[in-house]
């Protein structure tokens, strides 16, 4: 008694006032951390510099990686073995039955040498002009995925299985002279041959995949982006270039790279906004304005909920309050008296 109690229409008590700690009580990011995380739409010219920067930086410092020949093949015959053991050790059957087939193989070739930077690009290009929310921290999946690769590369350099001694693994490059590989004929000598582990064709391939799986809203679109790195993984195989665990890796170093992006942006690239145009560069989004109560009915008053006692509504309408009152202060007149 004595207090009340306010309710919603729908009859639950008003939703708590927004904490100023941010969701589960946790402090909003300041400083570097906050700019970071701010949407705001990636400039073309730094885009294009950065990536061209980034990639030559990765080249040099993949292929400054020591050439150790005698670990690389004697990792190699490991993991040959421990496929072996594992029963998963068909790549040398599969190399020979592609080899079989000019056409195919051929078209494996070019597909190993060109779609792994050509389908890279253009997954980019769409992210930058259509998602623009989340281009920079996809993009940080791929340069984290990139970058933890070289970690690989220097601590276990590992030989291709064309180039293992006594397996009989087919080199497709030399053995049908196609174009475009920097791992066989004449430029395998600008490009460090033994470093096979992690497989970056797997780790590109599968961050396109998913992120066209993600974001893209066609179905045909999606199905497309799953089939893209499972295509990937025959390819590495049948042209002698990776053994399945060397895909292992490469998946390794995605998850990686996902856990980079998670830090830094505080969730999943597909989870943030897909557009910035609201956003103005530099400041963080506005909180939404709270709701306004729904407007409600005057209560009645006791006068309009029940009339008084004795009182005959009119058919013409209320009387007036003064007419009201003079009638009430009138006595009855008295009876007259009998004669």
Known sequence: ??????????GRGPAPAPSPTGPAGRTPPTGPLRRLRTPRRPRIWFEVLLIAISYWVYSLIRNAVPEQKAQAMANADWIWEAEQRLGIAVEHGVNHAVNSVTWLIVGMNYYYATLHFVVTLGVLV????????????????????TAVALVGYYLYPLAPPRLMDGQHFIDTVLVHQTWGSMASGDLKHMSNQYAAMPSMHIGWSLWCGLTIFALASAPWAKILGLLYPALTLVVIVATANHFWLDAVGGL????????????????????????????????????????????????????????????????????????????????????????
Do not use: I, K, N
């Open 252 to 339: 390794v170093c995605l998850l990686f790279g996902y856990l980079v992006a998670r830090l830094c942006y505080g969730t999943y690239p597909h989870r943030l906004p897909r557009q910035v145009d609201a956003v103005r560069e530099g400041e963080a989004a506005p909180p939404p304005a709270p709701a306004a109560p729904p407007a409600r009915e005057p209560a009645p008053t006791a006068e309009r909920a029940l009339p008084p006692e004795g009182r005959r509504p009119s058919p013409t309408g209320p009387a007036p309050q003064g007419a009201t009152a003079l009638t009430r202060a009138s006595p009855e007149p008295a009876p007259a008296p009998e004669p």
């Open 126 to 145: 769409w992210l930058y002009r259509r998602h623009p929310g989340r281009y920079a921290a996809t993009r940080t999946v791929l340069f984290a995925t």
């Open 1 to 10: 008694m004595g207090e009340t109690t306010v309710t919603t229409s729908d």
